[in-house]
């Protein structure tokens, strides 16, 4: 039986909060419009400050309803989230993901509580424990379990005093979850799940753990080429590093690939199964087939021959033809 879920347009995040020290009190429920299509990018980037911003305010302008970005060696997640918040005026701003170990707990809670009472319901934290050579040889932190790890995580952040004026309604977490533990922790102690390099079975299977409320946001790469060489050529390129980190291949391994799919950039059948290619019809179709399987909202991810360009004429493209259809 297909699971029941709330409206798409709007996350309920239930439960009376209080900020001791300063007596107030937030609503019980919490709603962040969200919209069923938004955009992941990084190619933000490779941009200066100004011209991110620019740019945030034109996906605003063409109806995508979210903006995801992640955190790596670039800018600061929290930072970046405020400098985006800045220059748009309805899109939800989400860090897809910030990383745990770049910040203690109470810095973490205190950047959402600033950011969600600047900007109320319209930044989204996504929380994730990364990957081991990020946060090893990066960051030079001890890489733990990553179910524990998180679980002590949010359970500090959740402890962590805020001498300042609290936002009026409970902040909103998602959580990077691919594995069937982290996804019940995401359903159990945050808003939902946020899963990134994953098809529609995958999230048929999360949305099965999840339960109906939790949000279920899925990362979904495009490339808008129907030459299949041309686009297997662009999907090998932008998959190479995940096929490295264990994360990625452990899920793609509970999803019936094998060993021999991560060699040499990705086997054709891994690659069509991650990453959607085609005209717009195809790529209509895979954002459906994720909604179908219960995703609330998709977050597609645009791929091109230069990673660096920023694909205007695609997001354009594709707001027409999935925004409203």
């Known amino acids: 039986m297909k699971a029941q879920r709330l409206p798409a ?6 439960g009376n909060w209080y900020c001791e ?3 107030r ?9 969200l919209g069923s299509i938004g955009i992941w990018t990084r190619q933000l980037e490779d941009q200066p400050a100004a011209k991110a911003q620019e740019t945030a305010l034109q996906l605003e302008e063409f109806g995508y309803g979210a903006l995801w970005f992640g955190e790596a060696a670039g800018r600061e997640a929290l930072t970046n989230a405020g400098m985006l918040l800045a220059a748009t005026k309805r899109m939800v701003i989400a860090t897809g993901i910030a990383n745990i170990y770049a910040r203690d707990a109470l810095a973490m809670a205190s950047g959402q509580k600033t950011l969600a009472e600047a900007y ?27 179910v524990a790890t998180m679980r002590a995580y949010l359970d500090a952040m959740d402890q962590a005093p805020y001498q300042s004026v609290p936002p009026l309604t409970k902040p909103v977490r998602v959580l990077a979850a691919l594995g069937p533990k982290m996804l ?21 299977q999360a949305r099965q753990i999840l339960g109906p409320k939790p949000y279920l946001c899925p990362e979904q790469a495009v490339i808008l080429e129907t030459n299949s060489d041309k686009a297997r050529e662009i999907g090998r390129a932008f998959l190479a590093l995940y096929l490295t980190l264990p994360n990625y291949t452990n899920n793609f391994l509970r999803l019936g690939f094998e060993e021999n799919d991560f060699k040499n950039g990705g086997s054709s059948r891994l690659i069509d199964a991650i990453i959607a290619w085609g005209d717009l019809d195809a790529i209509r179709n895979r954002i459906r087939a994720h909604q179908t399987a219960g995703a609330d909202h998709v977050c597609i991810q645009v791929l091109s021959a230069d990673p660096k360009a920023l694909p205007l004429r695609e997001w354009r493209e594709l707001a027409s033809a999935l925004i409203g259809s």
Do not use: C, M
């Open 21 to 23: 020290e300063k007596g």
């Open 184 to 204: 019940q922790l995401s359903g159990e102690r945050a808003g939902g799940a946020h899963p990134y390099n994953v098809n529609p079975e995958h999230t048929a």
């Open 25 to 33: 009190r937030g609503v019980a429920q919490t709603s962040i419009q």
């Open 120 to 146: 109320p319901n319209r930044f989204l934290l996504g929380l994730g424990v990364s990957h081991v050579p990020l946060v090893e040889k990066l960051r030079g932190h001890r890489y733990d379990k990553p």
């Open 9 to 14: 347009e709007s996350l309920v995040y239930p």
